[in-house]
RNA sequence: CGGGGUGUAGCGCAGCCUGGUAGCGCGCCUGGUUUGGGUCCAGGAUGUCGGGGGUUCAAAUCCUCUCACCCCGACCA
């Protein structure tokens, strides 16, 4: 993509509502801008990210043995009737009527609605287990929207609901989830804590929240000090759940197994949640399956939530410094970004055209920074979106055939050729 | 919802106290200049001063109502 048609308008200034680094970095590089109080629109560069990360969740959801389906947006009130949460849900329920004055809503999560399909359509224990999930804009009327797409009230979310006929088959489902998580927030150099948690309005007997550390976080845990030493790489689910970890509502000092001088507490970023519920919903949504002994059971139930849009942010507020954003190559807007240092030097244009070229075919996804701007600004510009290498060519590039090539994370520069510069960055 | 704050050009802000022709920096447009870390020079465009009502000869400025947004707290992916 080349800089000169592509849409990413950053800013030089921080916009004052944004406080914390990743609303703030949000805005600056152009990914998204905010609409309303709590709902953002999302610019090309933003879109991108956000599909690289709803793409390994869906690839690691599908894994884990899970089918994808898309819900609405809108529901009937109806259905929350039935479960009883119509009432409970509150002023957070966004709630709205049709043209024939029937009550409807902007579904903050969707139990209900998947629960009824699957009453609807599976009788039979012989089709047990299934895990249904879809990626989905979700509202919920916040008391209080802050800190960008972090807390907004319109969100993109995954949420999974799974059903199965026993308690250990929903354990066993509950277990596929934990270890999907792990290897999804691993795959976008994300280490999440496991921290054991109370359910709230959703309910149910066993929860646990993922938690990314970061000062700007909204809760307070404790935890095992062990968990900052943890390598993504070889990061396992019984390694994690070997640590002791819990939300302040949880942490009890009295049957706390780790001595003090372990322990620390830390704000954390919720980005995913888990629960086991059991028939919360399956009995009031009539969702029951025939078993093997010719009894009609309520199935047990799961769901399993990552905030998508949420992620986002998590991921800038992880990887950061002063000049912007750093991004993981997994959910990078672009690998590489190609910058040329003079547009009206024609040789050194040439050599940049041919090197993007070559990007092109060799399906590397490259932001061309081909504007006729100084060069300090493309430096600065290209810092602030966080690519993950740079190559950079000037008119010095002409005499000696030799570019720069900047690693964004460790900011480490080296001199190679073009064509050197090419493989080094696949 | 309770407490605090802000609305003036696309962005960041000054002006308001003490009423009298609406300003600065960045950005934007034109021309030139410069080209390895946000070049420099010259010229130019852009505002219902968030909105309604009131006081006054006169309101960005004073009074009043209202709307929006932000920050602190309780809730959540």
Request: aromatic residues 10%.
């Amino acid at each position: 993509m080349r800089s000169s048609v592509y849409f990413y308008p950053t800013l030089k200034e921080t916009p004052q509502e944004a406080q914390i680094a990743s609303h703030r970095l949000m805005l600056r590089s152009g990914m998204m801008t905010q609409v309303t109080s709590g709902i953002y629109a999302w610019l090309p560069l933003g879109l991108r990210v956000l599909q690289k990360i709803t793409q390994i969740i869906r690839e690691e959801q599908n894994k884990a043995g899970s089918l994808e389906v898309m819900m609405p947006t809108i529901q009937p009130a109806e259905l929350w009737e039935k479960s009883g949460r119509y009432h409970d849900y509150g002023k957070e329920m966004l709630r709205m009527q049709d043209r024939h004055e029937r009550e409807m809503l902007y579904g903050p999560t969707a139990e209900e609605v998947i629960t009824d399909i699957f009453a609807r359509f599976v009788k039979s224990y012989r089709d047990l287990p299934k895990r249904l999930y879809n990626i989905q804009w979700k509202f919920r009327d916040e008391i209080r929207p802050r800190f960008g797409v972090m807390r907004g009230r319109e969100f993109l979310m995954k949420d999974n609901y799974s059903f199965d006929l026993t308690f250990e088959g929903a354990k066993a489902s509950y277990q596929a989830m934990l270890e999907a998580y792990v290897k999804t927030f691993a795959r976008m150099d994300l280490t999440a804590i496991p921290v054991r948690a109370a359910s709230g309005a959703i309910g149910g007997e066993l929860s646990h929240e993922f938690q990314i550390l970061a000062e700007t976080g909204e809760s307070e845990i404790f935890y095992d000090v062990d968990y900052k030493n943890l390598d993504v790489n070889t990061l396992t689910l019984d390694r994690l759940q070997s640590l002791y970890a819990a939300s302040d509502e949880l942490h009890d000092p009295k049957i706390c197994p780790v001595p003090e001088e372990r322990l620390k507490t830390a704000r954390g970023i919720e980005v995913g949640h888990v629960f086991y519920f059991g028939t919360k919903y399956s009995i009031p949504l009539g969702a029951y399956v025939m078993g093997p002994d010719n009894k009609q059971v309520p199935v047990e139930m799961g769901s399993y939530g990552i905030g998508v849009s949420r992620l986002v942010g998590a991921i800038i507020e992880a990887h950061h410094d002063e000049n912007g954003i750093k991004w993981p190559i997994s959910v990078a807007p672009f690998k590489v970004g190609l910058l040329n240092l003079n547009v009206k030097d024609k040789a050194c244009t040439e050599l940049c055209d041919g090197l993007y070229e070559k990007c092109l075919q060799a399906g590397v996804e490259v932001l061309y920074d081909d504007r006729d701007m100084g060069p300090g600004a493309k430096f600065a510009d290209m810092d602030l979106i966080g690519l993950p290498w740079q190559i950079i060519i000037g008119p010095r590039s002409v005499g000696s055939g030799q570019c720069e090539v900047k690693n964004r994370r460790t900011g480490e520069k080296i001199e190679l050729s073009l064509e050197d510069s090419l493989k080094q960055i696949v």
